[in-house]
Each structure stands twice: as C-alpha cells, then as structure tokens.
C-alpha cells in the first residue's frame, strides 16, 4: 500500500516536472534536504537546503528533461521511511532528436511525507555528454 501510493506521488511530481514546474517536488523536500548527484558534470555536485534544490530542479525544467519513473518502492514507518525509485530519463531536441537518454535510482530517506537526502544513481558519462550539447543550446548556463 505504502510503495503504490509512493508511486502515484512520485509519478504526479514527475509529470509536473516534465511541464516545467518543480513546485510539486519541492513540496515533498524538507527545509534541510540534501541532493547528492554523483560525477563530474555540471549537473554533479551535493545541493544542501531546499534553495540549492530548487535551484537545480528549475534547471532540470528549464532544459526539459523529461523524467519517468519504472518503479518506485517506500518502506517503513512514517517517521523513517527509504524510497527507492529505478527510472529513465531523456532530452529531446526542439527538432525531435533524441539527444540524452539515461537510467537513474534514486535513493532516499522520507521523515513524514519529507524528502530528507537522496542520492541520484546514473550513467555520468551521459549526463557530461548532455553537459558538451547543452553548452552550445543551453539559453541559461547553470
């Protein structure tokens, strides 16, 4: 019951997301969350408090990734929870192309309903590709 209604959850902030709004991700995340996301790309780096993650999500929207989750587990008591989310995500370019695709898990620990740290799992030579493509189109640079 707790992993189906995680996912739904997961799933709605994923859509919104995908239309270019993070309020709802942002909505879950405690004041002290920290992002972790390994690597050595302009995505990388460990974003603590919800500003540093806002930050990063509005980029995420602002390019238009576009993120889905395959899978999504939550376990535990409300006060402790681990979710653990097996995805995949993409760009496309304003003229169709496919121009980063990749697979995630994303790792974290819940306190009532609260993101409280995560940890993002991909392929991180694809994300310093996406960062090559995204010098050069990217209206904003992070």
Same mark, same amino acid.
């Given at each position: 019951?707790?992993? *189906?209604?995680?996912?739904?959850?997961?799933?709605?902030?994923?859509?919104? &997301?995908?239309?270019?709004?993070?309020?709802?991700?942002?909505?879950? $995340?405690?004041? #002290?969350?920290?992002?972790?996301?390994?690597?050595?790309?302009?995505?990388?780096?460990?974003?603590?408090?919800?500003?540093?993650?806002?930050?990063? &999500?509005?980029?995420?929207?602002?390019?238009? &990734?576009?993120?889905?989750?395959?899978?999504?587990?939550?376990? #535990?008591?409300? *006060?402790?929870?681990?979710?653990?989310?097996?995805?995949?995500?993409? &760009?496309?370019?304003?003229?169709? $192309?496919?121009?980063?695709?990749?697979?995630?898990?994303? *790792?974290?620990?819940?306190?009532?309903?609260?993101?409280? $740290?995560?940890?993002?799992?991909?392929?991180?030579?694809?994300?310093?590709?996406?960062?090559? *493509?995204?010098?050069?189109?990217?209206?904003?640079?992070?």
């Amino acid at each position: 019951m707790v992993s *189906w209604l995680g996912e739904k959850l997961v799933a709605y902030n994923m859509k919104r &997301l995908n239309a270019g709004d993070p309020k709802p991700t942002l909505r879950m $995340e405690a004041e #002290g969350v920290t992002l972790h996301f390994p690597g050595d790309s302009t995505w990388s780096g460990v974003f603590r408090g919800k500003r540093e993650v806002r930050s990063w &999500l509005e980029r995420f929207a602002r390019v238009k &990734l576009q993120i889905f989750a395959d899978e999504v587990i939550v376990k #535990g008591w409300p *006060w402790s929870q681990t979710i653990c989310v097996r995805g995949h995500d993409h &760009l496309d370019s304003p003229s169709g $192309e496919r121009i980063y695709e990749n697979r995630y898990v994303i *790792w974290g620990r819940l306190a009532w309903g609260k993101m409280q $740290e995560y940890e993002v799992y991909e392929d991180t030579q694809k994300a310093k590709a996406l960062d090559d *493509w995204l010098a050069v189109h990217e209206p904003v640079a992070a």
